[in-house]
């Protein structure tokens, strides 16, 4: 291998590691990765930036803007509702939920989905008695299996359409990956209905939860001087708190302890850390005798209908990951308090405030009803539902909507016009009939991907022409190549599925298709037939809570532990597997 195959492999790896880590933002990392390899002269300006020349980002973007005008205008709302309804098994309950949602993730972006429904799949399985557990990971299953049934049903798809586009190939056409998608999908949502009842946790409903050791939030409060806490030994202390609150951490002086004796007398000034379900944690604020160690920064009308309480999901590329309330100087930046923390599998003990927060944190904060329009189309959560809020209602331009989408599906697929011709005119239909500001269009588009979209089409040509794509080849032919062509993309699927578990789908697509191309020309496999199995497995987000963004939205409000959805997602991804090898395999 050359110089410059070597220094792409660094660079690559570097940028592998750093991804996994979540060090910094996938953005930052693959533009990095670009500069690097351009100004060392593996690739030309031009290659380093052809992918932002691609189709593939701009009709990323504009499907943003159409995602965000049925979120809007509620024109999925009477589906929703539908789909909602009363189901006596849970089994049944699971098929009118995941059904529709697989359907709809087809034709649109299914992160707008997931956070549109999330809240209220939340809400409706609390009033049937059941965990949200059972039904959030289902959900995000079924919105990935629906995205990989058609061109536009994920950005990855369209990433490696631009890829193969940009290799000389004719790209997919709306429904090419139909064919092999739609069986695969419809397998996934048979496992997925009837395996899990069986393989997820099986959990209490979500204001007992926190008795069996469920999803609870962590709560820092103060002993108030002179209040009635005030000189109580915490024995006495415990049974003014709310059923379920349990003390995690003690604080005095600046010295902590995990354990507390339940005859330690309390005095003013002492901290406490305490754990439960989110009622718990809310019905802790009104116990006289102890406060929020952040009252100074709450406001005073707690109780007034100008503010509210929210749930805000921690994005994997937030400015807030790695860094504490205190760091990021929370109430200056967001207008908001937070007043509790939940995290998957474990509960913060200590100070709350300079505790580095990570992707899939909760925060439980309270703020101005704004906050949720101002923060919930950005990078910083993944999440952001107000707690008791209502379903929206669906609006008299929803029929607009939903023939704008229907023209750009259908025109697409009798080829009237290319995607991206029709993705962009919808979205100048949309912003020119003022169901959109150019503000929310422009706010509804997720840069982050369309930055990591367009830079990764320049790590792939450096990959090819630096040589590493072939040497790669040439590894996997020594290895497999005793197994023949079968070998040869089992290679390809499984290293694309392990690579996208941990970095984002879009980034292992676009670092391996260059490999399986070299490695289908030396095995005598179709080019398109590697490209569709590098695109489908690189959709098959199903082993980690980090592979997808929707498994990260739903990962704190289920109260997931991280090693739950590899349970759900084993059997998905082995059917994925098995299905690709099969059918991509030459006869």
Known sequence: MSADGWLTLAVVSVAVVVLARELISPAVTFGAAVVILMVADV??????????????????????????????????????RATLGKARGLRTALARITVPVAASS?????????????????????????????????????AILGGMTTLIGTSTNLVVSGLLQAEGHDPFSMFELTR??????????????????????????????VRSGGRSFSVRLVVEPGGPIDGLPVSEARTLFPEGAVIVYFERDGEGAAQISGRTVLRGGDFLT????????????????????QQPHLPHEVGSP???YFEAVIAPGSPLVGRSLVDIQFLARYQGTVVAIHRAGEPIKGHLAREPLRAGDTLLLISDRGFGDRWRHRNDFLLVPRLGDAAPEPTGKAGVVAGVAAVIVLGAGLNVLPILHLSLMGALVLIGFGILTTNEAKDSIDFEVIIVIGTAFGLAAAVESSGLGQSAAQLVNDVLGRFGPQGAMAGIVISTVVLSSFITNNAAA?????IALST????????????????????????????YQTNLMVYGPGGYHFGDYARLGTPLTLVVLVVLLIATSPA
């Open 43 to 80: 690739v030309s300006p031009g290659q380093a930036f052809q992918g932002f020349s691609n189709p593939a980002p701009i009709t990323v973007a504009a499907l943003y803007i159409l995602a965000r005008a049925v979120e809007k205008s509620g024109a999925l709302q009477p589906l929703v």
């Open 106 to 142: 087809a034709f649109l972006n299914n992160t707008p989905i997931i956070a549109m429904l999330a809240p209220q799949v939340a809400e409706w399985a609390d009033r049937r008695g059941d965990s949200a557990s059972r039904y959030l990971m289902p959900l995000s299953f079924a």
């Open 306 to 308: 100008r503010h509210a």
């Open 274 to 293: 305490l754990v439960g379900g989110m009622d718990t944690v809310l019905e802790l604020h009104d116990v006289s005798g102890i406060a929020s160690a």
């Open 520 to 547: 289908a020309s030396d095995f005598g496999i179709d080019a398109r037939a590697a490209a569709v199995a590098v695109a489908l497995s690189a959709s098959a987000s199903f082993m980690t809570p980090v592979a």
């Open 510 to 514: 676009a670092l391996v298709l260059p």
């Open 180 to 209: 092999l998608a739609l069986p695969m999908a419809l397998m996934g949502l048979v496992i997925t209905i009837v395996l899990s009842p069986m393989l997820l946790p099986d959990r209490l409903p979500p204001r007992q939860e």
